[in-house]
């Protein structure tokens, strides 16, 4: 499980070099981590309902507007990418959408009180990457 060459890239790199040749130690080792990123679907009924007799929302791939996994530049918190959403009441507005943003190193949660309006949309992606350089591990 370490993230490192010799754990994962060793057979690879045998057969790379039965069939091409070269130079018998690989110049480089840093490696791409990639993590598929994880939705949770739409829970239709929910356990307990909301004062109204009302299920609140759980679930889905769409958060603000904004399709989960989503990279996004944000002012404060810079590239991240979009999580869940939730209302958040306020004095102005009855209620408005916030949402969740992730690290994309770590996919550790950054906020969850982002507004929508401050977030500019760069590109859709349902996975998250990190490069491992060899002095790391």
Same mark, same amino acid.
């Given at each position: 499980?370490?993230?490192?060459?010799?754990? #994962?890239?060793?057979?690879?790199?045998?057969?790379?070099?039965?069939?091409?040749?070269?130079?018998?130690?690989?110049?480089?080792?840093?490696?791409?981590?990639?993590?598929?990123?994880?939705?949770?679907?739409?829970?239709? #009924?929910?356990?307990?309902?909301?004062?109204?007799?009302?299920?609140?929302?759980?679930?889905?791939?769409?958060?603000?507007?904004?399709?989960?996994?989503?990279?996004?530049?944000?002012?404060?918190?810079?590239?991240?990418?979009?999580?869940?959403?939730?209302?958040?009441?306020?004095?102005?507005?009855?209620?408005?959408?916030?949402?969740?943003? #992730?690290?994309?190193?770590?996919?550790?949660?950054?906020?969850?009180?982002?507004?929508?309006?401050?977030?500019?949309?760069?590109?859709?992606?349902?996975?998250?990457?990190?490069?491992?350089?060899?002095?790391?591990?």
């Amino acid at each position: 499980m370490a993230t490192v060459f010799s754990a #994962h890239c060793v057979d690879s790199f045998c057969l790379a070099y039965d069939i091409l040749g070269g130079e018998i130690n690989p110049s480089n080792q840093n490696l791409l981590v990639v993590t598929p990123l994880r939705f949770y679907r739409r829970q239709l #009924h929910r356990l307990e309902q909301a004062p109204g007799n009302i299920r609140s929302r759980y679930g889905g791939t769409i958060s603000a507007g904004f399709k989960r996994g989503s990279i996004v530049k944000h002012p404060k918190w810079g590239l991240t990418y979009v999580g869940g959403e939730m209302l958040k009441p306020t004095k102005k507005e009855l209620q408005r959408k916030v949402i969740s943003l #992730h690290s994309l190193e770590t996919g550790k949660r950054l906020t969850q009180s982002a507004n929508p309006k401050d977030i500019k949309f760069l590109t859709y992606s349902t996975w998250r990457t990190n490069t491992v350089p060899v002095s790391a591990s």
